[in-house]
């Protein structure tokens, strides 16, 4: 069993903007613990002698050429955003008075 | 913010030695970002130069700029590296909306460039070797306003506006290893490596290398550890340093403030610190610990780097001379002595004085007017020098009026200050304030008649072989016309109305 709380879950939630009730709270551990579980059955599985794989096809050196193609209009950009405030996002600040 | 006690710096040094450790971000200047084609350009409208890719909308796919990799590679060959054969990009994951995709696509555990070292010449001459741990790719993050609370910096702020423009451009970032043995020096070593760091990168082109644009921008950890002790002192990171001169400002003012703390038995927190320049004070920022874990791991969504042995030799072919040489190579070119050849370098100064001769100067001359009147201007405005609006080219046009009796030292720095006011090039400005010497005889022998009215034996003075008694007329001369009279000139009609 890994060890994910409802503190934890709270704490990510609160770091994510993402409102949760006390249920879904409850809900979320269960979900979270599962998968870290599932997950962590890879390391019956391997020894520590094989190395991290993050492709399971071996490619490199996939590049783009230094060409500037079309962005978004500011319009498109912010089109999506909750907020926004002089062709700029405005978000939440950040930290508290010192 | 409270007021920190600082210990004075020659007892700080008496008591302490001073490890420091620097971190240099370069901005590279490639057309386009570090992973998609938006422009890579300052001072556009916000937001204009984004796209799913930097602003990090579900299902866009990065994809690495191969100018970008080019460039690292160039930095890392620069500054003595051994370049990886194999790296790859990370996500360092954090929360904070400088970055829309809650992480920073980075390098971790492979960076493209390690194990290098750079020679950095101090002001009194002495070179130490910085030693350089590694130079990683990483992108930029968006620029965030803080708008309300009572200071208009982060902490109060009741909101933040982010522009991503910035989100995506390309970063190398440097670090060196701690470094030891600076002791008072320290500081102007911080600096200097800075400096020689800007040298390289643009000497290469691969940054504007623009401090107060943020091309180029510094990280000084500083500890203190008693004289003698092995275990290094818990460090402060100073961000937000933004001019060679504040990093100097910086370092001594964290090597006062922690060693007023430790003599008073505090422990240094490890944090972040924030510099002021309008205080010449940091101020704490957040605890280091806490933040720490940005659970790195390998960015699933971009292959390997791995750059061909060829690929890398093909580059090192294309590489200018190292700093080191064409130090020496310009200094025997120009002629210039050691004590004028340091001040030149410690203003960093070579590419503007290389420029100016280029242009078409005598190098003495560019010396002069960099170090003197440009040096001194910029001290006044609390800038850098080399940040000042000017071209060498410029500079060398005004070289030119001087010497060819345009206008004189005086006019000449007039003339300056409107060329740095942006009223065009020097010859342009003269133009249009007339502000060129006057050497037409009729003009000046009417103004020394005047002067003679007032001064009658001055000319019976001069028939004396009192030569000196012609400098009241010189300067009465001057005067009556603003500074703008040819005084060589006017000394030589004197002396001809006297011996008539």
């Known amino acids: 069993m890994s060890e994910i709380t409802p503190d934890l879950v709270r704490h990510l939630a609160n770091l994510a903007r993402i409102d949760v009730n006390e249920n879904e709270v409850a809900l979320f551990a269960d979900q979270l613990n599962l998968i870290v579980d599932s997950v962590a059955a890879i390391k019956d599985a391997v020894a520590g002698d094989v190395p991290a794989t993050s492709h399971p096809i071996a490619m490199a050196n996939v590049f783009r050429e230094d060409v500037i193609e079309p962005s978004l209009t500011q319009e498109q950009a912010l089109s999506g955003a909750a907020d926004s405030a002089d062709g700029r996002f405005r978000v939440h600040a950040i930290l508290d008075e010192e | ?500």
């Open chain 2, 1 to 500: 913010m409270a007021k920190d006690e600082l210990m004075n710096y020659e007892k700080a040094l008496e008591q302490f030695e001073v490890v420091i450790g620097l971190e240099v971000h370069v901005e590279l200047n490639t057309n386009t970002k570090m992973f998609c084609g938006c422009r890579n350009e300052f001072g556009n409208e916000p937001n204009t130069n984004v796209c799913p890719i930097c602003i990090g909308l579900p299902g866009s796919l990065p994809a690495v700029n191969k100018k970008a990799v080019e460039s690292s590679i160039k930095i890392g060959l620069q500054l003595g590296c051994e370049i990886a054969p194999n790296g790859r990009f990370a996500r360092k994951n954090y929360f904070y909306p400088d970055l829309a995709k809650n992480f920073q696509t980075s390098q971790f555990d492979e960076p493209i460039a390690f194990e290098g070292a750079l020679d950095v010449e101090v002001p009194s001459g002495k070179v130490f070797t910085i030693q350089i741990e590694r130079a990683h790719m990483e992108e930029d993050a968006g620029k965030l306003t803080h708008v309300g609370g009572s200071t208009g910096r982060i902490q109060g702020a009741e909101y933040s506006l982010v522009d991503y423009n910035r989100a995506g451009v390309p970063l190398v970032e440097i670090v060196t290893k701690p470094v030891y043995g600076a002791g008072a020096e320290a500081p102007e070593l911080a600096a200097a490596y800075v400096r020689l760091i800007r040298e390289i990168v643009k000497s290469m082109n691969v940054s504007d290398a623009r401090m107060e644009r943020g091309n180029v921008r510094c990280d000084a950890n500083v500890s203190l550890r008693p004289h003698g002790q092995e275990k290094l002192g818990t460090r402060t990171e100073t961000k937000n340093v933004n001019s060679l001169r504040s990093i100097e400002r910086a370092v001594r003012y964290e090597i006062q403030r922690q060693a007023a703390l430790l003599a008073k038995g505090v422990a240094i927190t490890q944090e972040t610190r924030h510099w002021h320049e309008d205080k010449g004070a940091t101020s704490s920022g957040r605890p280091k610990s806490d933040a720490d874990d940005y659970r790195y791991f390998p960015e699933p969504d971009l292959v390997p780097v791995q750059p061909s042995k060829a690929w890398i030799e093909e580059i090192r072919a294309t590489l200018p001379e190292n700093p080191a040489d064409r130090r020496k190579r310009v200094q025997a070119e120009w002629g210039f002595a050691d004590l004028e050849f340091r001040d030149v370098v410690n203003a960093g100064l070579l590419d503007q004085i290389e420029e100016t001769v280029k242009a078409g100067a005598k190098p003495q001359a560019a010396r002069k007017w960099w170090t003197g009147e440009l040096a001194r201007i910029a001290n006044t405005q609390d800038q850098d020098v080399t940040d000042l609006e000017i071209s060498g080219a410029y500079v060398a046009e005004l070289a030119g009026l001087v010497e060819a009796g345009k206008i004189n030292d005086r006019l000449a720095r007039e003339v300056l200050t409107f060329v740095l006011a942006g009223e065009g090039s020097p010859a342009q400005v003269v133009a249009a304030r007339g502000l060129e010497v006057v050497s037409d005889d009729g003009a000046l022998i009417a103004a020394i008649e005047a002067a003679l009215a007032k001064q009658p034996d001055v000319l019976d003075a001069i028939r004396e072989g009192r030569m000196q008694a012609a400098g009241a007329v010189i300067g009465a001369v001057m005067q009556a016309m603003k500074g703008s009279a040819d005084a060589g000139r006017v000394r030589e009609l004197l002396i001809e109305m006297a011996n008539k």
